[in-house]
């Protein structure tokens, strides 16, 4: 085993005699002499063989990516030879003797960093993709963050506790994957979605601090930022107020920015309530790197005689829009249209851009809101040559449908900072809301979420202690203070429109555990492949999981999901 990693090569080992092994990342045989640039996980060393070494016969036999052992000298380089762009560029490696401990074959594509390969082809050799430096410092990344939260977690005092991968099918979640026994016919166990009801368990069992480096499943429609099975750092502890749980977890994130970025968070992270996050831009985990917030423009249009505006507001829809500064000639009629035509996939019933100039409106619907061109100005603080863009729909499909605008313009016209780390709690979130589908209320988070209620609210205005920890734009982590007795839990599931029976025969189990003394108790569970994901600079989470898989659930270089022998089926049936 290596003492010493080869790319970490310096000048304390300058006159030592080593063994260095690694893969053969480049040759260059310039006839009497040869350079080999040797590869090991942390980076490059150059080997330097002479004409007349014995190791110089072996310069033919070699390959690109052949596993090597190099036995030398290891030396310091001249002032002028030296090279900056690797750890080991003071230092090269005189070889005296080369073996070849693997060769291979030729590579399906090219390991360079600038290569463009198909994120396809490099799934499906993704153990030779690994090896391209940005992958390994990417899994080094993940590495730091997860041993910088253990080690943050066991200073606080809380156990690591593992729990089982084979659980209970429960509703109220996504879609489950389901494993069928063999020994209990027509029985099903599911993988968890989280450990949600395991890690309340834990508290009603005494260990008061809780966490869990976990692997998760769901079977859900996919994107870049989700995976079918994602690990997230499950934690949960009793006795804590939510003040308690925000401030630990704040302190934590800041320790991991510390130790990947060198970056000293002196700052509290701001906070926002959901209503807030809705109303200024549009979603419930707003990117704050740059401004472009929501406004409500509806009680400026009260006395407008315009039918169109008429008859949006007796249908309850709004006027909100954003404005872009200096971008009336940013956005060509295709993109404008094509603006449109994402708007009406919200719900929104109209589409309106409008250029302020000298105070003015110019483009269509200009004409109808010329009475009220001053007032929109002056809420937006808009100058000449901004665009402002509007919608009519109702309050949160518009709200959605801007949120989901601003952020594309926002990458379009480069507004986002992407050197900043924006961190943000989202608070004081709705504890249900309404399925128009199911014509039922869900649980906004989880049902075993605490309400805050207060005399004469219906239903849909019910608050919660919950609360989401947002990166740049995405939500890394969301936890809330739990029910911890059972008559609230029951009085939960009937909100959710379960009856007594059905929620009696999949979460009576806890119920009953809720009856022997549980403690007051929260937590929350944070995002890993996400958190790293932003931390790495990456726009996937592929990019930082070892073995994903594709965008559609489905691995390349495995082939799985596959057939099985029909001998296995038949046993489950």
């Not at 002479?50 to 030398?72: M, N, R, W, Y």
């Not at 930082?544 to 594709?550: H, Q, Y």
Request: charged share 30%.
């Amino acid at each position: 085993m290596k003492e010493v990693f080869i790319g970490n090569y310096g000048l304390e080992q300058v006159g030592q005699k080593m063994i260095a092994t690694g893969w053969v990342a480049n040759i260059r045989n310039h006839g009497k002499l040869a350079f080999i640039e040797l590869r090991d996980r942390e980076g490059l060393l150059q080997v330097f063989v002479a004409g007349d070494s014995p190791a110089f016969t072996e310069i033919e036999h070699l390959h690109k990516e052949d596993v090597i052992a190099v036995t030398g000298e290891v030396v310091e380089r001249e002032a002028r030879f030296v090279n900056k762009a690797i750890k080991s560029g003071q230092v090269e490696l005189r070889a005296e003797a080369i073996q070849i401990l693997a060769s291979s074959k030729p590579l399906p594509f090219e390991l360079d960093q600038h290569a463009h390969t198909g994120e396809e082809l490099r799934q499906k050799y993704r153990y030779l993709d690994l090896r391209r430096s940005k992958m390994t410092e990417n899994l080094k990344l993940r590495h730091q963050v997860t041993s910088t939260i253990r080690d943050y977690l066991n200073g606080k005092d809380f156990l690591e506790v593992e729990t089982p991968y084979l659980t209970k099918s429960t509703p109220e979640g996504a879609r489950d994957f389901l494993v069928p026994s063999r020994v209990f016919k027509n029985q099903f166990y599911a993988l968890p979605q989280s450990p949600q009801m395991l890690k309340q368990l834990l508290m009603g069992a005494g260990l008061e601090r809780y966490y869990q480096v976990v692997r998760c499943f769901r079977d859900e429609d996919l994107r870049g930022d989700r995976q079918p099975e994602f690990t997230q750092v499950d934690m949960e502890m009793s006795f804590a107020s939510e003040k308690d749980i925000r401030m630990l977890v704040e302190e934590m994130l800041k320790a991991v920015v510390k130790k990947t970025h060198g970056l000293e968070l002196t700052e509290a992270f701001p906070t926002i309530s959901y209503e807030e996050a809705m109303n200024r831009f549009g979603t419930d985990k707003p990117d704050t790197r740059f401004g472009l917030e929501l406004k409500n423009l509806t009680n400026l249009c009260q006395d407008n005689p315009s039918l169109l505006l008429k008859q949006a507001f007796a249908r309850h829809e709004e006027l909100w829009g954003i404005c872009v500064p200096n971008a009336t000639d940013s956005f060509t009629k295709k993109q404008l249209s094509h603006f449109y035509q994402e708007m009406k996939e919200f719900g929104a019933s109209r589409f309106a851009s409008l250029k302020v100039e000298a105070g003015e409106f110019q483009g269509d619907l200009a004409s109808t809101f010329e009475a009220e061109a001053a007032a929109f100005i002056d809420r937006f603080e808009a100058q000449g040559d901004d665009l402002l863009l509007l919608v009519i729909a109702k309050k949160r499909q518009a709200q959605e449908a801007l949120g989901h605008l601003r952020l594309e313009i926002a990458k379009q016209l480069d507004l986002i900072n992407q050197s900043r780390l924006d961190f943000l709690w989202v608070l004081d979130w709705p504890l249900l809301e309404w399925n128009e589908e199911q014509e039922r209320y869900q649980a906004m988070h989880h049902p075993f979420t605490q309400g805050i209620f207060e005399d004469g609210q219906e239903p849909g205005q019910f608050r919660s202690h919950a609360y989401d920890i947002v990166l740049n734009g995405y939500e890394i982590g969301g936890g809330s203070l739990r029910i911890h007795d059972r008559k609230s839990q029951e009085a939960m599931f009937e909100l959710l429109g379960m009856e007594k029976e059905d929620y009696e025969r999949d979460f009576g189990f806890f119920l009953e555990a809720l009856d022997y003394g549980f403690p007051p108790h929260g937590g929350l569970a944070l995002g890993l492949d996400r958190l790293v994901m932003i931390l790495a600079g990456e726009e996937n989470i592929r990019q930082v999981i070892a073995f994903p898989k594709n965008g559609t659930g489905f691995d390349p270089m495995l082939e799985s999901p596959s057939q099985v022998d029909a001998s296995q089926v038949k046993e489950l049936q």
